[in-house]
């Protein structure tokens, strides 16, 4: 069945430094690819996303990259903060309400 | 405006009994959509709800059922509650269904099996 990979399951990075996280999806319907983080004893809240006929968008320091043809697409966050600590989950949809996640991503910023 | 509202925040049941969680969207959103939560196993997806009708549902037994209401709340229901049914109980709602807009999560409802 469908699915989307998501890599790696933890990272730790020191505050300042830029982090990417990765994710791969397999149905090639896929048209929507939102970001979403989750903070300790919340629920996810999205941060970002992108679609099909965009290959790139940026908010302030986070940025998302989409290549279709290769189905990927990656999350990155530059000069990365404390308050970035959390955990990260890229969605996959194809509209006709089917939305798949990724595992999640820990993401530990060291001050 | 309000955000999507999670009610109980937590609840403790024990083996065998029944539980039924509660959300209610953001006003004007149509579509809810339910996720279960575990440490190991990520966002696992329960059911979607657009209009009153079950669009969608995922790979979980008959015990874990839903329902919503004309005024978009909705309601989910697990019968017989099992150890492994200890989670983070997620409610999304979001204007269309699918997702493919993003969704607004809730809190979430922690649920303990004892």
């Known amino acids: 069945g469908e699915n989307v990979e998501q890599h790696p399951s933890t990272l730790s990075v020191q505050e300042g430094d830029s982090a990417v996280i990765k994710c791969t999806y397999s149905?090639?319907?896929?048209?929507?690819f939102p970001w979403y983080k989750q903070e300790l004893g919340k629920g996810p809240q999205l941060i970002i996303d992108?679609?099909?006929?965009?290959g790139e968008k940026k908010d302030q320091r986070i940025a998302v990259t989409l290549n279709k043809t290769a189905k990927h697409f990656s999350l990155h966050i530059t000069e990365t903060q404390p308050e970035d600590s959390a955990v990260y989950f890229c969605a996959a949809s194809t509209g006709g309400f089917k939305t798949i996640f990724g595992a999640g991503t820990r993401l530990f910023v060291k001050a | 405006k309000a955000g999507v509202t999670q009610t109980p925040r937590y609840l403790i049941k024990t083996r065998g009994q029944q539980v039924t969680l509660s959300c209610s969207p953001i006003?004007?959103?149509?579509?809810v959509s339910w996720y279960q939560q575990t440490p190991g196993q990520g966002l696992q997806f329960l059911f979607e709800y657009f209009s009153e009708t079950q669009r969608n549902k995922g790979n979980f037994p008959g015990r874990f059922s839903g329902r919503q209401f004309s005024n978009s709340r909705s309601e989910m229901n697990v019968s017989t509650l099992e150890l492994g049914d200890s989670a983070l109980y997620l409610c999304?709602?979001?204007?269309?269904?699918?997702?493919?807009?993003?969704?607004?999560f809730g809190s979430g409802t922690r649920l303990t099996v004892v």
């Open positions: 992108i679609r099909s006929n965009v």
């Open positions: 006003s004007g959103h149509r579509s």
């Open positions: 149905d090639s319907a896929s048209n929507y």
């Open positions: 999304a709602s979001s204007r269309t269904g699918g997702g493919d807009y993003g969704y607004t």
